[in-house]
C-alpha cells in the first residue's frame, strides 16, 4: 500500500476515534440539553416551584431524560400537590386509579376531586366517567352528568360528546333531542369527530332528528376534513350504494382509498373486493 495513502487511513481512524471518544465524554447535543433541562428543573423543585415539582415528576413518570421512576415520580407529585398544584393532584389520581401495588380507589378519587375543585378539566371529565360507569366508585349516573357538564362548561370536547349522549338517550335527565345536539355541535365546532359521525348517523336514520341523507354526508364531510377515516369510508359507502347521493363508483373508491391511506381495514377489504387495491 502506498505509504501515504497508509497514513492518511490511519489519521482518519485517529480522528473517527477521538471524536468518537469526546462525544461518549462530552454527550451528544440533545443529551446535553436534557441533563440541562432536568437540572433547571430540579433546581426550581427544590426551591419550592410546584410547576417545576411537576414537571420533574412527570420527566421521572414518563422516562424522559431520566431513568423511568413512578417512586420518584409520585414524590415530586405529592410535594407538588401539597402546594396546590392541579396537574400533580391529578397525576396522583391516575396512579392511585392504575398502580397494580399503588391502587387505592378512595385515594384516587380524593384526588380527582380535589384537582377538579381547582378547575382541572380532565380530572373533572374523568370524574364524570367514573360515576358514569362505576369505575372505582358506586355507579351515579345522575353525578356523572354533573361532572360532565363541568368539564363541558370547561372546554372538554369529550364530555360535550358524553352529555350529548346522557340528553340524547335520557340517562338521568330528561330525554332532550335539542339540547343534545347542541352539546355535539360544540364538540364538533372544536373537532370531535365522534360528535361529528354521532350526528351523521341521527341524520341519516332519522334518530332523533329529522332524516336528512344530505345533512348525514354534511357531518361525514365535516369529519373527513379533520382526517377520520371512519367518516371517509362510511362516505365511500354512501356513493357505492347511492345513498343519499347519485351512485359513483369512481368517487367511491376515491374515498375508500383515503380511508385505507389512513390505516382503515374495512376500506382495504372493499378495495380489494372490488379489485382496485393496488391502483393508483
Request: hydrophobic share 40%.
Amino acid at each position: 500500500m502506498n505509504f501515504r495513502i497508509a497514513a492518511t487511513l490511519v489519521l482518519f481512524a485517529s480522528l473517527v476515534t477521538g471524536t468518537r471518544a469526546f462525544c461518549l465524554r462530552q454527550g451528544t447535543g440533545e443529551e446535553k440539553e436534557a441533563a440541562e433541562k432536568i437540572k433547571s428543573l430540579r433546581q426550581a423543585a427544590e426551591q419550592g416551584n410546584a410547576k417545576a415539582m411537576n414537571g420533574l415528576g412527570e420527566c421521572y413518570l414518563d422516562g424522559k431524560s431520566v431513568e423511568k421512576d413512578e417512586g420518584e415520580a409520585t414524590k415530586w407529585f405529592h410535594k407538588a400537590a401539597e402546594l396546590g398544584n392541579a396537574d400533580a393532584m391529578y397525576h396522583l389520581g391516575m396512579h392511585h386509579f392504575y398502580g397494580v401495588e399503588a391502587m387505592d380507589a378512595v385515594e384516587a378519587i380524593k384526588w380527582f376531586h380535589k384537582a377538579a375543585d381547582l378547575g382541572h378539566v380532565t380530572a373533572t371529565y374523568t370524574l364524570g366517567r367514573c360515576y358514569l360507569r362505576g369505575e372505582r366508585v358506586v355507579k351515579d349516573v345522575e353525578e356523572s352528568v354533573k361532572w360532565y357538564r363541568k368539564a363541558a362548561e370547561l372546554g372538554s370536547t369529550n364530555a360535550m360528546y358524553d352529555l350529548g349522549l346522557c340528553y340524547f338517550k335520557g340517562m338521568d335527565v330528561a330525554k332532550d333531542i335539542a339540547e343534545a345536539c347542541k352539546w355535539f355541535e360544540k364538540a364538533s365546532d372544536l373537532g370531535n369527530t365522534e360528535s361529528m359521525l354521532f350526528m351523521a348517523g341521527c341524520f341519516h336514520d332519522g334518530k332523533g332528528v329529522s332524516k336528512d341523507k344530505s345533512e348525514a354526508m354534511n357531518w361525514l364531510r365535516k369529519a373527513a376534513e379533520h382526517g377520520d377515516n371512519s367518516a371517509m369510508f362510511k362516505i365511500g359507502q354512501f356513493y357505492q350504494d347511492g345513498d343519499g347521493v347519485g351512485r359513483d363508483e369512481e368517487e367511491a373508491v376515491k374515498w375508500y382509498r383515503k380511508a385505507a391511506e389512513l390505516g382503515s381495514g374495512e376500506a382495504k377489504a372493499v378495495l380489494k373486493k372490488l379489485g382496485k387495491e393496488n391502483l393508483p
